[in-house]
């Protein structure tokens, strides 16, 4: 929402708000109450005492229970300004909890009235404002101006504030990266008593990322926050104090290590590396670090000679040069290291950072595959011979490498799998069998299932299931129930294909499409939407009365049990006239 306010307008907006609210908005008892605005609870400022917070949270909780998005976010900024933990703030305030039923202009009003309160000066609403902006609530997210309420609100004395300014300039999130500026918050915040900046602090130098590893500080810093009553920091004072053993665990091999790759061991060099570079069991020293590693690839250890190629690739501590990338590289693969074949022949295959080369590009694939069993690499070969990149076309070859990527290669390949399937159902160098099409496609949607967080192979195989029971072939009847049962599974897992599919279908006068077309908006379209019971409803008659007896049922849950309304019901009917 991109709005220029000014104080009077705005006021007069809220003053319209309300009144528009008031006789616009309806109150069915089927649905949540609305509370128009806040001014029927009287809210208290917040004076910087526990009392205040308390009495903020209380005023609030009512409107917070039926969904309100600011009155959601003011109880849990209450209840964490009290000391309460995540885990029961989250139990009692939810973020999930936020209703999106609340009708747009009532969820402007909310907003309007806390941007007054912000304005007005109270440090406790200008930090809910800013994590508004930070974080998109309402809001289009805006980094810019959440660092300008979070420093509104620290000025004002806001410790939490404060800890997230800090945080804003740890990360460069909406300000110039400044770690010094944000150490020196979180300092001043955690001598006043604010334990989020203690944990803070524990976490900065538990990882050393911003500033040198430092355990005992770590320590120093968790425990304080425990101490203070912070109870999650017993999770970061344990990491602390594994860390600090794995330290002195390591200090204890430095000599041993020192003196084997001193004798030219390339695993102590190796390990002598990443000690200095990572500053466990020594000082942190990036150049002694390097110089470690360098030995050891000079020597061919693949993972020292990775991390080289990494470095005069991304320019660490060197000027980027893309020959060095290349030498290294190449010599990882020569020493054996899987990714680093799969990653050289697929430069060579595309001609990114050196001349394209098919040659060379088919033999480290080859040593991938033959070497390390990479699905990827086998994949890569079939392409090459199906679509006839340096080696003559073969489909027959091409299936026999995506068959063994998918059945003998490491990883998921997934991919291979689908590519199986399509070769098969149009008869690509070999015979159309559309049983062993059904067969890949089938393997592709149960590994998606098996694996979660791979939605577009899994909506993709489904749809092609779903086509090969509509048009059968060799070794397959056509099953237009089993078709359209397949599309309604595809158009669960998110193929847009497959909606479109099934609502043409449906429109068409598929009973079977029309009741899961119902099942789709009862649930919410792809999980995405909220539920349209109306919809449902028409879907459900269109079946109905076409013979459908589960969706006779489904209509009969929605008229007398289920949340449709008389006025959804009533719009239903008419349109299934």
Same mark, same amino acid.
């Given at each position: 929402?991109?709005?220029?306010?000014t104080a009077a307008p705005r006021s007069l907006l809220v003053v319209a708000a309300l009144f528009l609210a008031s006789i616009l908005v309806p109150s069915p008892a089927a649905t949540l109450r609305v509370v128009t605005m806040p001014t029927d609870v009287e809210p208290a400022a917040y004076d910087g005492t526990p009392a205040s917070l308390r009495k903020i949270c209380s005023a609030f909780?009512?409107?917070?229970?039926?969904?309100?998005?600011?009155?959601?976010? @003011?109880?849990?900024?209450?209840?964490?300004?009290?000391? %309460?933990?995540?885990?029961?703030?989250?139990?009692?305030?939810?973020?999930?909890?936020? =209703?999106k039923k609340i009708p747009d202009l009532v969820a402007e009003t909310w907003y309007l009235w806390l941007m007054e309160q912000a304005e007005s000066g109270d440090a406790f609403y200008q930090k809910v404002l800013g994590y508004f902006y930070e974080y998109g609530v309402q809001e289009q997210k805006d980094s810019r101006q959440a660092v300008q309420w979070y420093r509104r609100s620290a000025?004002? #004395?806001?410790?939490?504030? !404060?800890?997230?300014?800090?945080?804003?300039?740890?990360?460069?999130?909406?300000?110039?990266?400044?770690?010094?500026?944000?150490?020196?918050?979180?300092?001043?915040?955690?001598?006043? &008593?604010?334990?989020?900046?203690?944990?803070?602090?524990?976490?900065?130098?538990?990882?050393?990322?911003?500033?040198?590893?430092?355990?005992?500080?770590?320590?120093?810093?968790?425990?304080?926050?425990?101490?203070?009553?912070?109870?999650?920091?017993?999770?970061?004072?344990?990491?602390?104090?594994?860390?600090?053993?794995?330290?002195?665990?390591?200090? %204890?091999?430095?000599?041993?290590?020192?003196?084997?790759?001193?004798?030219?061991?390339?695993?102590?060099?190796?390990?002598?590396?990443?000690?200095?570079?990572? #500053?466990?069991?020594?000082?942190?020293?990036?150049? !002694?670090?390097?110089?470690?590693?360098?030995?050891?690839?000079?020597?061919?250890?693949?993972?020292?000679?990775?991390?080289?190629?990494? %470095?005069? =690739?991304? #320019?660490?501590?060197?000027?980027?040069?893309?020959?060095?990338?290349?030498?290294?590289?190449t010599k990882a693969a020569e020493a054996g290291d899987s990714y680093a074949q799969n990653k050289l022949a697929s430069m060579y295959e595309r001609g990114r950072g050196v001349k394209k080369d098919y040659a060379l590009a088919r033999k480290w694939y080859m040593r991938a595959a033959s070497e390390n069993k990479r699905g990827g690499a086998m994949r890569a070969l079939g392409d090459m011979?199906?679509?006839?990149?340096?080696?003559?076309?073969?489909? #027959?070859?091409?299936?026999?490498?995506?068959?063994? =990527?998918?059945?003998? &290669?490491?990883?998921?390949? @997934?991919?291979?799998?689908? @590519?199986?399937?399509?070769?098969?159902?149009?008869?690509?160098?070999?015979?159309?069998?559309?049983? /062993?099409?059904?067969?890949?496609?089938?393997?592709?949607?149960?590994?998606?299932?098996?694996?979660?967080?791979?939605?577009?192979?899994?909506?993709?195989?489904?749809?092609?299931?779903?086509?090969? $029971?509509?048009?059968?072939?060799?070794?397959?009847?056509?099953?237009?129930? +089993?078709?359209?049962?397949?599309? $309604?599974?595809?158009?669960?897992?998110?193929?847009?294909?497959?909606? +479109?599919? /099934?609502?043409?279908?449906?429109?068409?006068?598929?009973?079977?499409?029309?009741?899961?077309?119902?099942?789709?908006?009862?649930?919410? @379209? !792809?999980?995405?939407?909220?539920?349209?019971?109306?919809?449902?409803?028409?879907? $459900?008659?269109?079946?109905?009365?076409?013979?459908?007896?589960?969706?006779?049922?489904?209509?009969?849950?929605?008229?007398?049990?289920?949340?449709?309304?008389?006025?959804?019901?009533?719009?239903?009917?008419?349109?299934?006239?």
């Open positions: 929402m991109n709005r220029t306010r909780t009512p409107a917070a229970k039926e969904g309100h998005a600011v009155a959601v976010y @003011i109880c849990r900024e209450a209840l964490l300004a009290q000391g %309460r933990s995540p885990r029961e703030t989250d139990r009692l305030f939810p973020k999930e909890s936020v =209703s000025d004002g #004395g806001y410790l939490r504030a !404060q800890w997230l300014l800090g945080r804003c300039y740890a990360n460069g999130r909406g300000i110039a990266k400044d770690v010094t500026k944000a150490i020196v918050l979180f300092e001043a915040a955690a001598d006043k &008593g604010c334990t989020e900046t203690m944990c803070e602090l524990g976490d900065l130098y538990l990882r050393g990322r911003a500033v040198a590893l430092d355990y005992d500080k770590a320590l120093d810093w968790y425990q304080k926050a425990l101490d203070a009553g912070n109870k999650g920091a017993k999770d970061g004072l344990a990491r602390a104090r594994r860390g600090k053993a794995r330290w002195l665990e390591a200090a %204890r091999k430095l000599p041993g290590l020192e003196s084997a790759a001193e004798q030219g061991a390339e695993d102590a060099q190796y390990e002598l590396g990443r000690m200095y570079c990572s #500053g466990m069991g020594v000082a942190k020293d990036e150049a !002694q670090g390097y110089a470690w590693y360098r030995r050891a690839a000079e020597q061919g250890n693949r993972r020292a000679c990775r991390i080289m190629a990494s %470095r005069y =690739s991304e #320019g660490h501590g060197v000027p980027k040069d893309s020959a060095q990338h290349l030498y290294w590289f011979y199906r679509e006839g990149r340096g080696v003559p076309k073969d489909p #027959g070859a091409a299936i026999r490498w995506y068959r063994k =990527s998918a059945q003998e &290669g490491t990883g998921l390949n @997934i991919e291979s799998m689908m @590519i199986l399937g399509d070769m098969y159902a149009a008869g690509e160098g070999v015979e159309p069998d559309a049983r /062993l099409a059904l067969k890949w496609y089938g393997k592709a949607a149960d590994v998606r299932h098996e694996v979660p967080g791979m939605p577009k192979y899994s909506s993709m195989s489904l749809a092609k299931i779903a086509t090969l $029971y509509e048009r059968g072939g060799p070794g397959l009847e056509p099953d237009t129930v +089993k078709a359209v049962n397949w599309l $309604y599974t595809a158009a669960k897992s998110r193929s847009s294909r497959a909606l +479109k599919d /099934l609502t043409a279908r449906a429109e068409a006068g598929s009973p079977a499409a029309q009741f899961y077309m119902g099942e789709l908006h009862y649930y919410g @379209i !792809q999980r995405r939407t909220e539920p349209d019971y109306g919809e449902a409803a028409y879907w $459900y008659m269109e079946a109905a009365e076409r013979g459908h007896r589960t969706a006779e049922l489904f209509l009969d849950f929605l008229r007398f049990y289920g949340p449709a309304t008389e006025e959804q019901l009533a719009d239903a009917a008419r349109r299934a006239r």
